[in-house]
T-cell receptor, first 110, second 114 residues
Framework: DAGITQSPRHKVTETGTPVTLRCHQT?????MYWYRQDPGHGLRLIHY???????DKGEVSDGYSVSRSKTEDFLLTLESATSSQTSVYFC?????????FGPGTRLTVL | DAKTTQPPSMDCAEGRAANLPCNHS???????VYWYRQIHSQGPQYIIH???NNETNEMASLIITEDRKSSTLILPHATLRDTAVYYC???????????????FGTGTKLQVIP
């Protein structure tokens, strides 16, 4: 599993509240990614990071921000959660060209 | 990124070979074909990848057409545990530097039937 954990694994929150999801890896991988997965859309890239303090937007970045202050942690923040952000969120790392995914976080925004 | 097209669903009898097709007619010369699968409620799992030659590992075989516009993932003896959604994607390969933007489509839902 490439040493990837995500927290929390499940969260229910209300519209307008801030939410932060954490991705933690133990193997010093440089590249980290955040995806969301929704029925009919497959996996869509939100943001990615190519090093500490180096991040960039993916294809569905609106409403999300990220931070990477240390190699092992990549945080995804929803500043003001909306119902359209109800989804399953996957973190991934890149190792020797392949991507390995975390177990996912199921977020429900009421 | 090159786009891929996969059938939405397929069935396969347990013990038989499962052949999952993928079209990627706009693939670039430096792009590889990758396959992942996702078992219900889990994160996607890497299966195999290739550039132009056929590839085989302990999980599956990958057959890429000579013009590289399509490929087939083969699970030689499907088991019930192979029931999953299978994603075919194309992207630059493992030796490339820089960022690899990866977009997963909706994949093929493979149902292995007892």
């Amino acid at each position: 599993d490439a040493g990837i954990t995500q927290s929390p694994r499940h969260k229910v929150t209300e519209t307008g509240t801030p939410v932060t999801l954490r991705c933690h890896q133990t193997e010093n991988h440089r590249y980290m990614y955040w995806y969301r997965q929704d029925p009919g859309h497959g996996l869509r890239l939100i943001h990615y990071s190519y090093g500490v303090k180096d991040t960039d937007k993916g294809e569905v970045s609106d409403g999300y921000s990220v931070s990477r202050s240390k190699t092992e942690d990549f945080l995804l923040t929803l500043e003001s959660a909306t119902s359209s952000q109800t989804s399953v969120y996957f973190c991934a790392i890149r190792e020797q060209g392949e991507q390995f995914f975390g177990p996912g976080t199921r977020l429900t925004v009421l | 990124d090159a786009k891929t097209t996969q059938p939405p669903s397929m069935d396969c009898a347990e013990g038989r070979a499962a052949n999952l097709p993928c079209n990627h007619s706009t693939i670039s010369g430096n792009e590889y074909v990758y396959w992942y699968r996702q078992i219900h409620s889990q994160g996607p799992q890497y299966i195999i990848h290739g550039l132009k030659n056929n590839e085989t590992n302990e999980m599956a075989s990958l057959i890429i057409t000579e013009d590289r516009k399509s490929s087939t993932l083969i699970l030689p003896h499907a088991t019930l545990r192979d029931t999953a959604v299978y994603y075919c994607i194309v992207r630059v390969g493992p030796g490339s530097g820089g960022y690899q933007k990866v977009t997963f489509g909706t994949g093929t839902k493979l149902q292995v039937i007892p």
